[in-house]
């Protein structure tokens, strides 16, 4: 029984990331829907993140007797996750989206797989083998492919993307070690909310500048429902049951839909050193989830 169980548990697990990788891979295709919209990048993140904590506030008071509060250090270590992570992570993200495709964005993020073997090795004590050396080198190689061939005037998008990917995979590692015993809706919940406050403070020091369609403030409702909240709640379900490292490999289906949207819905193209540093990235992803143990 103990082994059905386990091997339920990895399945369930595989689902969750599965369903939160195709939530956040539809995210770049709703901002660039808001954006046409007239929003900007910290008016969007205001509204996603306020949004999803209304939301997620709500449900958590209406249904508090069947969450129990997280011990002060680790509420702590949830809004610096929020603030510093969270809130760093996501304006890196959507400011990339601004100079550069969505699919090329989509693509830099996946440098995390790399980057979360690094982190572990340096603060989990894990070993790193020669096949993840290769993966490695790998990841940097397409990553070379992808930003070297496309600069033109838009440096800065790609700065932000690898700048999102290092941060996404500090986090990683952070929720890893600190969170496995919390549940994973309030997390969740706090740290949404924390990020949601930044971008409040930030919003009182900048005018906003919301949406003029019914089209822009839907896809800003998606990106809050569907890429904020099923996203992340469903990232830290399978975060506990599986692991880092292999949640991160089973993320790489992420780039993929996002691509496949981008290509459907907006035009995006992608050439042919994009396409191959984009297989030498997730590729490496998959060879360092299938050696780290």
């Known amino acids: 029984m103990a082994i ?7 399945a369930l697990g595989i689902f969750y990331i599965i369903v939160s990788a195709a939530s956040f ?42 969450f129990s509060f997280p011990d002060s250090k680790v509420f702590i270590i949830l809004i610096l996750m929020g603030v510093l992570g969270y809130g760093g992570q996501s304006f890196c993200y959507f400011t990339a989206l601004t100079f550069i495709p969505s699919g090329t ?7 995390y797989p790399a980057l979360v073997t690094i982190l572990s090795v340096l603060f989990l004590n894990q070993k790193i083998t020669r096949y993840e050396i290769f993966a490695l080198i790998l990841a940097l190689s397409g990553t070379v492919c992808v930003v070297g061939f496309k600069l033109g005037g838009a440096g800065q998008g790609y700065f932000f993307g690898v700048m999102s990917a290092f941060i996404y995979a500090a986090y990683i590692i952070v ?6 015993k919390t549940n994973a809706f309030l997390s969740s919940t706090i740290i949404i ?10 919003i009182l020091f900048q005018k906003p500048v919301f949406p003029n369609d019914f089209i822009g403030w839907g896809a800003g409702l998606m990106v809050a429902i569907i890429s904020t909240i099923i996203a992340i709640v469903t990232f830290f ?45 997730l590729a490496a992803g998959v060879l360092l989830a299938k050696e780290q143990k």
């Open 4 to 10: 059905l169980k386990s091997k339920g548990d990895r």
């Open 25 to 66: 891979g539809a995210m770049p295709i709703f901002a660039n829907i808001a954006y046409a919209s007239g929003t900007n990048v910290v008016t969007l993140l205001f509204l996603r993140f306020t949004t999803a904590s209304f939301i997620m506030l709500s449900w958590v008071i209406w249904n508090r007797s069947k």
């Open 105 to 111: 964005v989509s693509i830099l993020l996946y440098l």
């Open 175 to 180: 929720g890893t070690k600190g969170l496995h």
């Open 193 to 202: 909310s924390s990020t949601a406050i930044v971008y409040s403070i930030i």
């Open 237 to 281: 379900a399978g975060l506990k049951k599986i692991g880092p490292v292999h949640a991160s490999m089973f993320s790489t289906i992420e780039p993929v839909i996002t691509v496949l949207l981008a290509w459907g819905f907006l035009g995006d193209l992608l050439g042919i050193w994009q396409i191959i540093g984009g297989i030498m990235v």
